[in-house]
């Protein structure tokens, strides 16, 4: 299946980044090519398909209907006009094609549904107290208040048996109605809501529950069978095709589930002002004459509010969080053939002489003037470059005529500081707008309605920025800050050799590749000596350096980095940072005039670049080292005198003891002596 998924204003950095050789910086380019790249913008009057085409699309009138808030439900009149079902008002409105008026109140929270039934008399349902009204001659009354039941959720009318069927809640039951208003249960599904239901040609009912998202088919009086189970939250809507296909949406609701209460209850207040906010992921199916299953679309970011059947016979479904509407193909390939500013698509009307979109947040109805037309404009969404940028020279495939223009600035979302829209391009061209962060992209269609684009590359360059080097550190070698000694009391062990792990951080804001030279000093001195071999090209941000071969001492290393790699000579930035003082010490102090006398060991240890940094003693094949402190009570110094009592090590005589001393860096020695 294809998918789609379309992305908002802030996601600009989905559309694809392609780079000229390595590195995050030298040429870049933006690149629209799939169906996502050229979703995000404005569509006015464009469809966007799977495939990465766009096309003219709707062309969309404006109507706003100052008398709701929500529009729910729409019937199409045999004289040309619509009556539209509010929610939060309980209205019936009427459309003439050009503006709105309200006709009658019903004195309901919301109409939910508006189907026309026998003799051409209107009937409503309504919520939350379980009526059905009936609107006919301009005048509307109560047709028939339904027992144990808050909510109808949806009207349908079987012309062949003359009876009007209702899915209601919250005891889930499926009413048949007479046109005498006597009503009885024609099916009680274990559900606590049925939402939806459609008839076939054939008198099938077709029902669709909350909170278990079942279809049934219903033959007859209590007699029921699942068509299929979603594994979701609701079906919302059905819809029966001429060639018998079933047609059904259904969502995963997230969050808001909306279940008004009676005018006056404690949560009425809560939808009298907007519909919620509401989050979830909406999927459409379609089952052939076999009852075979197939899912057309699975939509994972916003959920479905409306579905209908177009006079081309494909089905259009409305979403309820980005007042979208899509379509699918019979391969598959979804197509968004509206996009409007309002948050929720609330029904919609697309077969016969009245075509349109009902949006709702605010309510407004848009009339479907037709495909095209002057007014087709694709905006693309806003492309964000990550720093001011140079555009060079625009491209773009399409069959047939367009025109693009530009514009750029330096705030995510377009406001006075941009600059004006360039004059349109009917060719390549070089990209008028001034340098800055981010880039939209116009395209109309006044020139060739019938026209096609599929692909778009803009190449950029950004500013240089400069990688900063913020810290550098040694392992495996003692600073004058640190000490690489074990712990007192620890274990025999041995120095890990001659290596000096060095380690640094860089602060890179454009990404480039960088390049790094490793430099070092002895501390006193002025002169720098390379780490690295002339012919080496480092690029990873840690280094082994091999101290063997020096002479011991204090050292401090400079780390360069620099983005040559990615960039011209004239535009390269370099920074530089010294490391703290790093000892290389590779060889063990000496303790020289060890000398017993009694019970006190004597002694001096002696390195050749210190500071001594522990001596301690054990009795030889123990691990029990004890610490002592040199004469002067310090260790600071290269030279240190020690003089220890090791009673406590040999209180009943004589033994052998080992003393261990410690330089800085972790080098040891070990002598032995004999104790009486």
């Given at each position: 299946?294809?998918?789609?998924?379309?992305?908002?204003?802030?996601?600009?950095?989905?559309?694809?980044?392609?780079?000229?050789?390595?590195?995050?910086?030298?040429?870049?380019?933006?690149?629209?090519?799939?169906?996502?790249?050229?979703?995000?913008?404005?569509?006015?009057?464009?469809?966007?398909?799977?495939?990465?085409?766009?096309?003219?699309?709707?062309?969309?009138?404006?109507?706003?209907?100052?008398?709701?808030?929500?529009?729910?439900?729409?019937?199409?009149?045999?004289?040309?006009?619509?009556?539209?079902?509010?929610?939060?008002?309980?209205?019936?409105?009427?459309?003439?094609?050009?503006?709105?008026?309200?006709?009658?109140?019903?004195?309901?929270?919301?109409?939910?549904?508006?189907?026309?039934?026998?003799?051409?008399?209107?009937?409503?349902?309504?919520?939350?107290?379980?009526?059905?009204?009936?609107?006919?001659?301009?005048?509307?009354?109560?047709?028939?208040?339904?027992?144990?039941?808050?909510?109808?959720?949806?009207?349908?009318?079987?012309?062949?048996?003359?009876?009007?069927?209702?899915?209601?809640?919250?005891?889930?039951?499926?009413?048949?109605?007479?046109?005498?208003?006597?009503?009885?249960?024609?099916?009680?599904?274990?559900?606590?809501?049925?939402?939806?239901?459609?008839?076939?040609?054939?008198?099938?009912?077709?029902?669709?529950?909350?909170?278990?998202?079942?279809?049934?088919?219903?033959?007859g009086p209590g007699r029921a069978t699942v068509l299929y189970d979603f594994g979701r939250t609701e079906v919302r809507a059905i819809a029966v095709g001429d060639k018998g296909n079933v047609y059904a949406i259904a969502n995963e609701i997230k969050t808001g589930s909306y279940t008004p209460t009676r005018r006056g209850g404690a949560s009425a207040a809560a939808p009298a002002t907007k519909p919620p906010k509401t989050s979830g992921k909406g999927t459409l199916y379609r089952f052939d004459?076999?009852?075979?299953?197939?899912?057309?679309?699975?939509?994972?970011?916003?959920?479905?509010?409306?579905?209908?059947?177009?006079?081309?016979?494909?089905?259009?479904?409305?979403?309820?969080?980005?007042?979208?509407?899509?379509?699918?193909?019979?391969?598959?390939?979804?197509?968004?053939?509206?996009?409007?500013?309002?948050?929720?698509?609330?029904?919609?009307?697309?077969?016969?002489?009245?075509?349109?979109?009902?949006?709702?947040?605010?309510?407004?109805?848009?009339?479907?003037?037709?495909?095209?037309?002057?007014?087709?404009?694709?905006?693309?969404?806003?492309?964000?470059?990550?720093?001011?940028?140079?555009?060079?020279?625009?491209?773009?495939?399409?069959?047939?005529?367009?025109?693009?223009?530009?514009?750029?600035?330096?705030?995510?979302?377009?406001?006075?500081?941009?600059?004006?829209?360039?004059?349109?391009?009917?060719?390549?061209?070089?990209?008028?707008?001034?340098?800055?962060?981010?880039?939209?992209?116009?395209?109309?269609?006044?020139?060739?309605?019938?026209?096609?684009?599929?692909?778009?590359?803009?190449?950029?360059?950004?500013?240089?920025?400069?990688?900063?080097?913020?810290?550098?550190?040694?392992?495996?070698?003692?600073?004058?800050?640190?000490?690489?000694?074990?712990?007192?009391?620890?274990?025999?062990?041995?120095?890990?050799?001659?290596?000096?792990?060095?380690?640094?951080?860089?602060?890179?804001?454009?990404?480039?590749?960088?390049?790094?030279?490793?430099?070092?000093?002895?501390?006193?001195?002025?002169?720098?000596?390379?780490?690295?071999?002339?012919?080496?090209?480092?690029?990873?941000?840690?280094?082994?350096?091999?101290?063997?071969?020096?002479?011991?001492?204090?050292?401090?290393?400079?780390?360069?980095?620099?983005?040559?790699?990615?960039?011209?000579?004239?535009?390269?930035?370099?920074?530089?940072?010294?490391?703290?003082?790093?000892?290389?010490?590779?060889?063990?102090?000496?303790?020289?005039?060890?000398?017993?006398?009694?019970?006190?060991?004597?002694?001096?240890?002696?390195?050749?670049?210190?500071?001594?940094?522990?001596?301690?003693?054990?009795?030889?094949?123990?691990?029990?080292?004890?610490?002592?402190?040199?004469?002067?009570?310090?260790?600071?110094?290269?030279?240190?005198?020690?003089?220890?009592?090791?009673?406590?090590?040999?209180?009943?005589?004589?033994?052998?003891?080992?003393?261990?001393?410690?330089?800085?860096?972790?080098?040891?020695?070990?002598?032995?002596?004999?104790?009486?």
């Amino acid at each position: 299946m294809n998918r789609i998924r379309f992305s908002s204003i802030a996601a600009a950095a989905a559309v694809a980044f392609v780079a000229a050789g390595a590195g995050a910086v030298g040429t870049r380019t933006f690149e629209l090519h799939k169906g996502d790249d050229f979703k995000g913008g404005d569509l006015k009057g464009v469809a966007v398909d799977s495939s990465g085409e766009v096309r003219a699309g709707f062309n969309l009138g404006n109507a706003p209907a100052t008398d709701a808030t929500a529009i729910w439900s729409a019937l199409a009149q045999r004289d040309g006009s619509v009556l539209l079902g509010t929610g939060n008002e309980g209205r019936i409105l009427s459309f003439d094609g050009a503006t709105v008026k309200r006709v009658a109140d019903t004195g309901a929270l919301v109409v939910t549904s508006l189907v026309e039934g026998w003799g051409g008399t209107v009937y409503a349902g309504t919520l939350p107290d379980g009526e059905i009204w009936k609107y006919a001659n301009g005048k509307a009354e109560k047709f028939v208040k339904l027992e144990s039941t808050e909510h109808v959720w949806q009207l349908a009318f079987d012309p062949k048996t003359k009876s009007l069927f209702a899915a209601t809640g919250p005891e889930g039951k499926l009413f048949r109605i007479d046109q005498q208003g006597k009503a009885q249960v024609y099916f009680d599904a274990p559900e606590q809501h049925l939402m939806s239901v459609a008839v076939a040609p054939d008198g099938t009912v077709y029902a669709g529950s909350s909170d278990k998202a079942k279809l049934y088919r219903v033959t007859g009086p209590g007699r029921a069978t699942v068509l299929y189970d979603f594994g979701r939250t609701e079906v919302r809507a059905i819809a029966v095709g001429d060639k018998g296909n079933v047609y059904a949406i259904a969502n995963e609701i997230k969050t808001g589930s909306y279940t008004p209460t009676r005018r006056g209850g404690a949560s009425a207040a809560a939808p009298a002002t907007k519909p919620p906010k509401t989050s979830g992921k909406g999927t459409l199916y379609r089952f052939d004459s076999e009852d075979r299953p197939e899912q057309l679309m699975d939509e994972k970011d916003d959920y479905f509010t409306s579905l209908a059947l177009g006079d081309d016979g494909k089905p259009y479904v409305g979403t309820g969080a980005e007042g979208r509407v899509y379509t699918v193909n019979e391969t598959h390939d979804e197509v968004l053939v509206a996009d409007v500013e309002e948050r929720q698509i609330g029904a919609l009307l697309l077969r016969g002489k009245q075509r349109l979109v009902a949006a709702s947040d605010p309510a407004v109805v848009h009339v479907v003037r037709g495909v095209g037309g002057a007014d087709a404009v694709w905006t693309s969404k806003v492309l964000d470059a990550g720093l001011r940028a140079h555009f060079g020279r625009m491209d773009w495939v399409a069959s047939g005529q367009l025109e693009l223009s530009t514009r750029s600035g330096n705030t995510s979302e377009p406001d006075d500081t941009w600059s004006a829209w360039s004059n349109p391009l009917n060719a390549a061209g070089d990209v008028a707008s001034p340098a800055a962060r981010f880039l939209q992209v116009r395209a109309r269609w006044s020139r060739d309605p019938n026209a096609v684009l599929s692909s778009l590359t803009i190449p950029f360059v950004t500013d240089n920025l400069r990688a900063v080097v913020t810290e550098v550190e040694a392992e495996g070698a003692s600073s004058s800050l640190s000490t690489g000694v074990e712990a007192s009391g620890g274990p025999l062990s041995k120095k890990s050799g001659t290596t000096i792990t060095l380690k640094w951080k860089v602060e890179n804001p454009d990404k480039d590749e960088l390049r790094y030279r490793l430099e070092y000093r002895l501390v006193g001195t002025n002169n720098w000596y390379s780490v690295l071999d002339p012919r080496e090209t480092l690029t990873k941000t840690t280094y082994s350096w091999e101290t063997a071969d020096l002479p011991e001492g204090k050292y401090r290393v400079r780390v360069s980095a620099s983005d040559e790699i990615s960039n011209p000579p004239d535009r390269v930035q370099r920074h530089e940072l010294e490391s703290a003082v790093i000892l290389v010490d590779n060889t063990p102090p000496s303790i020289q005039d060890l000398e017993v006398t009694g019970k006190r060991i004597r002694g001096i240890v002696i390195d050749g670049v210190g500071p001594i940094a522990r001596i301690e003693a054990s009795v030889t094949g123990s691990d029990e080292w004890v610490p002592f402190f040199p004469r002067d009570g310090v260790f600071d110094e290269q030279r240190e005198e020690f003089d220890v009592d090791v009673t406590a090590l040999v209180p009943n005589g004589h033994a052998m003891l080992s003393i261990r001393a410690y330089d800085r860096a972790g080098n040891f020695v070990v002598r032995n002596v004999t104790v009486k």
